[in-house]
């Protein structure tokens, strides 16, 4: 059975399970649009910013009660050089679950939660090719409580009608 919500905006029956994310890091928009160019090298799945700045492009899930699939948000990740240098050793690599995890700071901002630039995280690698599991650390932020405790089919659609329908 197809996942489906009534939004909470709209009224409108959407079917399938939403996701979000960004096409780049925040720091890469904090590049003058006229220097990323030459100062920015950015993949789907990599970004790195000044030889100096590497990012990765990882899934923060949340659990959503009473369904198998869960509510994903596309994020990108700030790694150390060094274990930058281990996920594209491995990147093209079918068995690599076994690599990491890896040390984060969560490089996004996700409405609606609060600041979320500068969450820790923890990168678990996935094999045949799934982007990198972000969890984020254990605290009282609402993103982490809602990727440890799960939410329900009415926040899915209070995030999606926020998403899609209300202005910045």
Request: hydrophobic share 35%.
């Given at each position: 059975?197809?996942?489906?919500?009534?939004?909470?905006?709209?009224?409108?029956?959407?079917?399938?399970?939403?996701?979000?994310?960004?096409?780049?890091?925040?720091?890469?928009?904090?590049?003058?649009?006229?220097?990323?160019?030459?100062?920015?090298?950015?993949?789907?799945?990599?970004?790195?910013?000044?030889?100096?700045?590497?990012?990765?492009?990882?899934?923060?899930?949340?659990?959503?009660?009473?369904e198998e699939e869960p509510f994903s948000w596309g994020v990108w990740v700030s790694l150390s050089k060094?274990?930058?240098?281990?996920?594209?050793?491995?990147?093209?690599?079918?068995?690599?679950?076994?690599?990491?995890?890896?040390?984060?700071?969560?490089?996004?901002?996700?409405?609606?939660?609060?600041?979320?630039?500068?969450?820790?995280?923890?990168?678990?690698?996935?094999?045949?090719?799934?982007?990198?599991?972000?969890?984020?650390?254990?605290?009282?932020?609402?993103?982490?409580?809602?990727?440890?405790?799960?939410?329900?089919?009415?926040?899915?659609?209070?995030?999606?009608?926020?998403?899609?329908?209300?202005?910045?």
């Open positions: 059975m197809t996942f489906e919500f009534s939004c909470a905006s709209c009224g409108e029956i959407h079917r399938g399970m939403p996701g979000f994310g960004a096409r780049a890091p925040l720091s890469y928009y904090l590049i003058p649009a006229e220097e990323r160019d030459a100062r920015c090298s950015l993949g789907s799945d990599d970004c790195v910013i000044d030889e100096e700045f590497f990012f990765i492009h990882g899934c923060v899930e949340i659990p959503v009660h009473g060094k274990s930058f240098t281990q996920w594209a050793a491995c990147y093209d690599e079918k068995e690599r679950a076994h690599i990491g995890p890896f040390f984060g700071w969560l490089n996004a901002a996700l409405r609606p939660y609060p600041e979320t630039a500068g969450l820790k995280t923890q990168v678990y690698l996935r094999n045949d090719g799934i982007r990198p599991y972000i969890e984020i650390e254990p605290i009282d932020h609402p993103l982490a409580v809602e990727q440890r405790e799960g939410i329900s089919v009415a926040r899915v659609a209070e995030i999606y009608a926020q998403i899609m329908h209300e202005k910045n």
